[in-house]
């Protein structure tokens, strides 16, 4: 929803209280100056290729309703990084326990432990962008969630001829992405506001 339909929105509702509620209104003149801001998720949201990805990503924030196109791009960084932080986890334990049997797949152990090495990165990269966002520099969350995404495809690159449990990255790779190119787009709709 773009800012003038927000607004539509806010004024009819409130036309619409100000008609059945009168009685409400003259006991109580207080409730109608009450700071009712409309949520800017949607308007967050308007630049993403994958627009329900990015309602479901800011939405499953409680803090999103309340908060500034600033807040959610953070909301975005934040959540990329957590879920980077778990694959990153998740990588090193499947790295750990691919050598017990590594006779299955040769090749799946050193593919593993490139995806592993390669995701030290891309938290740190993706920290480096949620450091950017700080100290406000906009080249700097662009670059590194670029170098980021690039990372992840570094990983993919190498898992991706292998089966089973590394199909398990695979997709856990797709997410991270899909993460990284959310909290883009999320942050250039603030970042051009
Ligand atoms: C950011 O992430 C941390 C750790 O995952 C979490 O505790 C915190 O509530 C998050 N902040 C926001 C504003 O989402
Ligand atoms: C990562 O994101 C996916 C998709 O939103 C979600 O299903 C998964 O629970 C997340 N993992 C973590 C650890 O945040």
Do not use: W
């Not at 690039?150 to 089973?164: F, L, N, P, Y």
Request: charged share 15%.
């Amino acid at each position: 929803m773009n800012s003038t339909m927000s607004s539509f929105v806010f004024l009819s509702s409130l036309a619409l209280f100000l008609t059945l509620q009168p009685c409400l209104i003259s006991a109580s003149p207080n409730v109608v100056t009450q700071n009712y801001t409309p949520s800017l998720v949607s308007n967050a949201c308007e630049r993403s290729t994958h627009k329900e990805f990015c309602l479901s990503v800011l939405n499953s924030n409680p803090f999103s309703q309340q908060s500034s196109l600033q807040q959610l791009a953070f909301i975005a960084l934040n959540v990329t990084s957590k879920n980077a932080t778990a694959t990153s986890e998740f990588i090193k334990q499947l790295a750990n326990q691919i050598s017990i049997d590594s006779e299955l797949e040769p090749y799946l152990q050193q593919s593993l432990t490139e995806c592993s090495e390669a995701y030290q990165s891309v938290v740190e990269l993706i920290d480096d962008s949620i450091n950017s966002f700080f100290s406000q520099s906009e080249v700097g969350v662009e670059s590194y969630l670029k170098a980021a995404i690039a990372t992840i495809d570094t990983c993919d690159a190498s898992i991706k001829a292998h089966i089973g449990k590394a199909l398990e990255v695979s997709h856990k790779n797709h997410i991270v992405r899909q993460l990284c190119n959310n909290a883009l787009s999320v942050y250039r709709v603030f970042a051009n506001n």
